[in-house]
């Protein structure tokens, strides 16, 4: 069993995330400590999959550019941060609605076991993020032959 460091703050903007996915973006209460809680402009949504040697993480990030995109790795967490620029330039155009959102993203997501940061993997392709994090070698599992004597 791994064990990982407790992050109140964490948990608060886990809860604020799920509140945004039921009842919609923007819905939450903005907060004067808002910038401690990571609050960001827009909600990433991301999968993750599981296999026997890695982690595949894909996120949406539909209007981005790759370099603004970052990607941090630690022991056993990823955190993707960056900012999508709003690129309104028309003339005499009354938007009578804007559900896309602009400003700056953070999430990071924590992983079951401990990962190689060195050997992850990024690419960015039709709005879609994808990290291929592999596993520390000493966390794969390893099938135990028993002998019998």
Known sequence: MTL???????????IRSIYNRVFGEGLWPRLPGDAQLGAASWYMPVDVAETADKY???AEMPGMRA?????TVTESQVTIKGRRD????????????S????????R?????VPVDANKVDAS?????LE??????????PKQITIRTE
């Open 4 to 14: 990982m460091n407790w992050d109140p703050w964490r948990d608060l903007a886990d």
């Open 56 to 58: 595949v993480l894909k």
């Open 67 to 71: 370099e603004d995109i970052e990607v």
């Open 86 to 97: 709003e690129s309104r330039e028309e003339k005499g155009v009354n938007y009578v609605r």
């Open 99 to 106: 559900e896309r959102r602009f400003g700056t993203f953070s």
């Open 108 to 112: 990071t997501v924590s992983l079951g």
């Open 124 to 128: 960015y392709r039709d709005g879609v």
């Open 131 to 140: 990290i291929h994090l592999p596993k520390v070698q000493s966390t794969v």
